[in-house]
């Protein structure tokens, strides 16, 4: 669904950017279209893995077609609900006349690492750059650390200003049956409390890619909290959590006894 969602806003955005008519009466069937995309990958993926782990994947589950109708009447109750921001409103009326979409998987290079922190929809307004991201399904409705690092993508673009305090960070995320908007205006402490936070993700990583080994020990992989969590997860079928969370915790914990009484 979140795909779905994001995928129409952007076809939106630019079918009104390239000035080619768009019908809102069409929006339920581009969704289902989109959700029986997503499907159909997601399957051909799946016996990709089914191949690999030679056993059935547990994430193959037929979903009931009331089920999709569901999905995609909450993902047009979302849609429509997006597009009547004031921010759409005003790109979709010629106000704001300065605006590009990116891709989440674009890459920024950080010191020889690899970061996603390309924003959705970026816009001008005066000498102000806005940089917004949203979420269709949010746990929460602030601006969070983690889109500040969106700053770090804009000062090191071509085009746009290296000053922090020429930017507005801005999150739009479905949460609690509505969009909350916040925002927060970019400054040099926001620079250097995401650029710590960047540089602490970067080591943990280093370090959970030392502690899983050569071999990549999936048996090491910090675990989720909730089984919940897992029933959904694309790892499930080659995680140790995945199959039974609380045997791999129990399994992990002894593991980690092991290692430090053969160290001792
Ligand atoms: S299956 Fe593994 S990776 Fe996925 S949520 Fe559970 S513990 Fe985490």
């Given at each position: 669904m979140q795909r779905s969602v994001r995928m129409i806003v952007f076809q939106r955005l630019e079918s009104h950017r390239n000035k080619i008519p768009w019908n809102d009466s069409e929006i339920a069937s581009k969704i289902r279209m989109?959700?029986?995309?997503?499907?159909?990958?997601?399957?051909?993926?799946?016996?990709?893995?089914?191949k690999r782990i030679r056993?059935?994947?547990k994430l193959k589950f037929r979903i009931p077609s009331s089920e999709i109708d569901r999905l995609v009447e909450i993902s047009c109750l979302r849609y429509h609900s997006f597009m009547k921001n004031?921010?759409?409103?005003?790109?979709?009326?010629?106000?704001?006349?300065?605006w590009y979409t990116f891709s989440r998987l674009d890459a920024t290079n950080y010191r020889g690492n690899i970061l996603h922190i390309t924003p959705d929809i970026i816009w001008k307004k005066s000498s102000t750059w806005n940089l917004l991201r949203f979420s269709v399904q949010s746990s929460h409705s602030e601006v969070s650390e983690e889109n500040m690092s969106m700053l770090h993508w804009a000062i090191r673009r071509t085009g746009l200003p290296s000053n922090p305090n020429r930017f507005i960070i801005h999150e739009l995320n479905w949460f609690r049956g509505k969009w909350q908007w916040s925002r927060k205006r970019g400054s040099e402490a926001m620079e250097i409390d995401s650029l710590n936070l960047i540089n602490m993700d970067i080591k943990a990583m280093k370090n959970l890619h030392d502690k899983l080994g050569p071999a990549c020990d999936l048996s090491q992989i910090p675990l989720a909290s909730n089984?919940?969590?897992c029933k959904?997860?694309?790892?499930?079928?080659?995680?140790?959590?995945?199959?039974?969370l609380t045997r791999a915790k129990l399994e992990q914990a002894s593991l980690e006894m092991l290692k430090s009484s053969t160290k001792l």
């Open positions: 989109a959700i029986m995309g997503t499907r159909f990958r997601q399957n051909k993926t799946l016996r990709l893995i089914e056993k059935s994947s004031p921010i759409i409103q005003n790109i979709l009326s010629d106000d704001i006349t300065e089984e919940k969590v959904t997860c694309g790892h499930r079928d080659t995680c140790p959590g995945g199959d039974d």
